[in-house]
């Protein structure tokens, strides 16, 4: 059962199609390292190596309470086009975070949205070309974003994430510039991308189940949502290596994650990062994701294409 799979060019904001031999059900089954060599991208620092970091029960319990009382508060700046898997991927990471003592929430916009509207919000609201709602979307992800830095800096959380598609180099910029001007001087970019027609197209489908559809029809919340993903693939401004460079020494780190963690990127900005206990979890979580999520989501998605 040979297939043609869309592979997403991020850098160009074109769809090219690339001839596979392998069948759908083979790509999924052979795990992260053919799902990678199917996708091209551009790796902006050599993915770091993977190390393990053994402790003893009772140093962990000494390392968790001395963290509680070393944590700079971050934020994290969440990045990618809908249905790439962002949300997924930073709810994770966030309970990851807690789990180990590192106080985490998440600020979504797309809550401030509904909770403000209150209105079903079609994918006419998310045109570029729409003056009023760009304004109002820009909006509710300032009103996101001031929650998060007013619980930073209440100290009632220690990582806020802002979930967000952020998707411009403008709205990032915004939010860099909002962040550093309330003293948030600990930034970390979270870059999650859905680089393969197959995935993309099976996270969609799972939008069916948004809070936006709750009242509407399957085929209705689909093709809505397609038409809101094409609207902000138009206007998409990939991360880019000078754009980090621009952003020190505010932005300490970039995360980089493709396809599911079949890749991942991670980069430090700063030398002086004094972060490195909450990297190092973030390291750990990078490290063992696609056996612990990925792999999963891969089966997941393969048990789909073969119904």
Known sequence: MDRIFETFDY????????????SLDSLFDSGARNL???VTTTTITPILSRASFSTSPIERSLDLELLSKRLTQLAVILVGLPASGKSTIARQLCLYLNDNQVTSNIYNAGDIRREIKQEFNNANFFDPSNTTAKLERERFATIAATRLIEDLKSTKVNVGFLDATNTTRDRRERMYNLLKNEGINNILILDVQCQLQALHMFNILGKAHNNDYHDKDYTTA????KRRTSHYFKVYDPVTKDELLSLAPEVRAYVKCVNAGAEWDLQLLSPKFGLQEVYKLI??????????EGQR???AASAFYKV
């Open 36 to 38: 990678a060599a199917t």
């Open 297 to 299: 989501y891969l089966e």
């Open 11 to 22: 850098n160009n904001r074109n769809m090219t199609r690339q001839d596979s031999n392998q």
């Open 222 to 225: 689909i093709a809505d949502f």
């Open 283 to 292: 390291k750990q979580f990078v490290d063992g994701y696609f056996e612990k």
